[in-house]
Structures are given as structure tokens and as C-alpha cells.
């Protein structure tokens, strides 16, 4: 089956500190990939997707790129500020097997300290 | 920006009550799903509907739970006799185009099983 897996939080940055979260997946057929953020007493919001491999994704300076020969969705930023305070979910969604329910990882959370 | 509500923020229930979940999705959004996040541990997909009717639904998704939108509006989760290991973080989403459009998600209601 599908599965995500990305690296235990908490990351505890220094603003304008460089950021990575690592996501690596387990998919049968050929999935789109996608993070999300979850800011405090909020929702859950895409961030950023990629579609076939070798695409990146990109937003508010976050970028991800779709790496099919090893599996990998790593998050990353270049500077990072107190604001991206949140937790990033990593997931994936396999439309070969007609279905579009994500499949997430556990969620990273992210403390940025100014 | 529309978004999508949930109440209540938090539950506090006692083993063996039944519990009522409440989302109010996008008005022009037609397929809805609901998603829980025990602490911790991943975010997982339980239910989605369409139509007046479940669409797919996990193996958590049992004799207990049910969904329904009765008066047009609101989309609820109901959980029958709840468990101990039903407390959760329970996410409600929504969007318009299932294969073409991400899924907006609610803040999330705490639910608390003592």
C-alpha cells in the first residue's frame, strides 16, 4: 500500500536559518505529491504540489522537487522566518488506483526562533 | 477567502456517548470528507461523500461512525458509543473538483474520550 514517511519534528531553526524536512514515500502506482501546512488553530493548507517526477513544486519560498528514483519529497526553504512557525505534512495521492484521498505522513513541526 | 468551519472546537465526551461533529463546508463545494489525527500519529483518511452518500471509506470508518448532511448545509460526523481510542483530532474537508482541485480543510475539532 501507500505510505509516507518524513523526519520527526520538532525543527528548532534560527530565523533566516535554512531549512529542510525530509519526505520519502511508498506508492504502487505513479502518485502526485503535495505538502501541507498546518499553522496553530487552523486548518491544514496545501502548500505546494508536483505531479511527475522531476517537477518542483513551489510557494512563499518553499520549494520541493519530485525525485522518483529515490523516492523523495524533501521541503525546503532558504531563510526561514518566525512566522513559518507550523507543523508540514507530506503526502501523496495515487490517482492510477482511482482514488484522490491523500495519504499523509505524520507531520513535522517547525519552531522558528527570531 | 471562504473557508471551511468546524464545531465544536474542542469535545470532552464520556466513554460510551455519542458524539456529534459539525462541519460547514464551502457553499459550492460538493464532495466532503472527514479525517482524524490521533496524537502523534498520522493524519487518516476516514470517509468521503458525495451525492447524499459515502463514497469510500477506510477500515476505521465501522458500525460507529456515521455521516449525513441534513439539512443542506451542514455535514456532520457521528460517532455512536465512543472509546477511549477515539480521542482525536478530527478533520472535516471539502473542495469542488475532486481530480482537479485540492481539498480545504477545517480547523479541526479536539475530541477528548474520558
Known amino acids: 500500500g501507500n505510505s509516507v514517511t518524513q523526519m520527526e519534528g520538532p525543527v528548532t531553526l534560527s530565523e533566516e536559518a535554512f531549512l529542510t524536512i525530509n519526505c520519502t514515500y511508498t506508492?504502487?502506482?505513479?502518485?502526485?505529491l503535495f505538502w501541507y501546512v498546518q499553522y496553530p488553530g487552523e486548518g491544514l493548507q496545501l502548500l505546494l504540489k508536483?505531479?511527475?517526477?522531476?517537477d518542483k513544486g513551489s510557494n512563499k519560498g518553499f520549494e520541493a522537487t519530485y525525485r522518483k528514483e529515490t523516492t523523495s519529497f524533501h521541503l525546503e526553504k532558504g531563510s526561514v522566518q518566525v512566522s513559518d512557525s507550523a507543523v508540514y505534512f507530506c503526502?501523496?495521492?495515487?490517482?492510477?488506483?482511482?482514488?484522490?484521498?491523500?495519504?499523509f505522513g505524520r507531520g513535522t513541526s517547525l519552531i522558528v526562533h527570531p | 477567502e471562504p473557508e471551511v468551519t468546524q464545531t465544536p472546537s474542542h469535545q470532552v465526551t464520556q466513554m460510551g456517548q455519542e458524539v456529534i461533529l459539525r462541519c460547514v463546508p464551502i457553499s459550492n463545494h460538493l464532495y466532503f470528507y472527514w479525517y482524524r489525527q490521533i496524537l502523534g500519529q498520522k493524519v487518516e483518511f476516514l470517509v468521503s461523500f458525495y451525492n447524499n452518500e459515502i463514497s469510500e471509506k477506510s477500515e476505521i470508518f465501522d458500525d460507529q461512525f456515521s455521516v449525513e448532511r441534513p439539512d443542506g448545509s451542514n455535514f456532520t460526523l457521528k460517532i455512536r458509543s465512543t472509546k477511549l481510542e477515539d480521542s482525536a483530532m478530527y478533520f472535516c474537508?471539502?473542495?469542488?473538483?475532486?481530480?482537479?482541485?485540492?481539498?480545504?480543510f477545517g480547523p479541526g475539532t479536539r475530541l477528548t474520550v474520558t
Open positions: 503526502a501523496l495521492s495515487d490517482k492510477e488506483w482511482g482514488s484522490y484521498i491523500p495519504t
Open positions: 474537508a471539502t473542495n469542488d473538483i475532486p481530480d482537479l482541485h485540492e481539498q480545504y
Open positions: 506508492a504502487t502506482g505513479y502518485p502526485s
Open positions: 508536483a505531479t511527475k517526477a522531476d
